[in-house]
């Protein structure tokens, strides 16, 4: 039965022990790589819910100015009905005053004046839905505006949240890659370690080395008693 060199199984062993280390070092590095992976999602994520909460903020921004406009404008068209009413309830009193004083009727009495009076009371009633409804347009593009600009903060404010929960579940998957390739890494490495010092080739060597020492004395020497030897060394040369 062929046996194996005490050389070549050193060999083998300490090749063994350096794939261990090879293999310990690249499970190390592939775990620090995906901990760097992890972290950057992390990172990238509140980034982007940062970003994307500035995004809503200015779009929020520009659509409550753009309300609050069209609330303005549209206050100031009814204010503008009102004056036009205003303005048509004075051309027709001035026109049947007009017409009355051609006839000799008396201005401050008779038909004339009630109706004088009820053109003035017909547009004030009218001028007064105007102005409710200019004070209307006001209120509720107000309430629109602030309604949106609101909505969109409890947006952002839900997003970030979601963001950071999301950032500190990839933050802890870093951390356990990093452990568990670390503790695979270190055991890998402590099976080579016994598996070297299951093989023990350096103790192989030395053997091999006193094997030629006796061949060597007992050529140049002549034989030598092993007893001798062990009482004067305390073991077998």
């Known amino acids: 039965m062929a046996t194996t060199p005490p050389v070549l199984g050193s060999a083998q062993a300490i090749g063994g022990m350096l794939d261990a280390y090879a293999s310990s070092e690249m499970q190390r590095a592939?775990?620090?790589?995906?901990?760097?992976?992890?972290?950057?999602?992390?990172?990238?994520?509140?980034?982007?819910?940062?970003?994307?909460?500035d995004l809503d903020?200015?779009?929020?921004?520009v659509q409550t100015g753009r309300i609050l406009q069209k609330a303005e404008a549209d206050a100031r068209n009814w204010q503008i009905a009102g004056n036009t009413l205003m303005r048509n309830m004075r051309q027709t009193n001035a026109a049947l005053r007009a017409r009355a004083?051609?006839?000799?009727?008396?201005l401050g009495s008779g038909s004339i004046e009630d109706v004088q009076l009820e053109n003035v009371a017909a547009a004030?009633?009218?001028?007064?839905?105007?102005?409710?409804?200019?004070?209307?347009?006001?209120?509720?593009?107000?309430?629109?505006?602030?309604?949106l600009v609101q909505s969109t903060q409890l947006q952002n404010t839900l997003n970030l949240f979601q963001a950071q929960r999301q950032s500190g579940q990839y933050n802890q998957a870093a951390a356990a890659s990093r452990q568990a390739g670390?503790?695979?890494?270190?055991?890998?490495?402590?099976?080579?370690v016994m598996?070297?010092?299951?093989?023990?080739?350096?103790?192989?060597?030395?053997?091999?080395?006193r094997a030629k020492d006796r061949e060597f004395r007992a050529a140049y020497y002549g034989p030598q008693d092993p007893l001798?030897?062990?009482?004067?060394?305390?073991?077998?040369?």
């Open 124 to 147: 004030m009633r009218d001028v007064d839905v105007t102005d409710l409804n200019a004070l209307s347009a006001r209120v509720l593009g107000f309430e629109d505006a602030m309604g």
């Open 30 to 53: 592939s775990a620090i790589q995906q901990q760097t992976g992890y972290l950057l999602q992390a990172r990238d994520t509140l980034a982007v819910a940062e970003v994307r909460a």
């Open 195 to 209: 598996n070297l010092a299951k093989a023990d080739p350096f103790a192989e060597v030395g053997m091999t080395q």
């Open 182 to 192: 670390g503790m695979l890494a270190n055991f890998t490495l402590a099976r080579g």
């Open 101 to 106: 004083a051609a006839s000799g009727v008396a």
């Open 57 to 61: 903020e200015t779009y929020a921004a």
């Open 228 to 237: 001798a030897n062990w009482r004067r060394y305390g073991r077998e040369d």
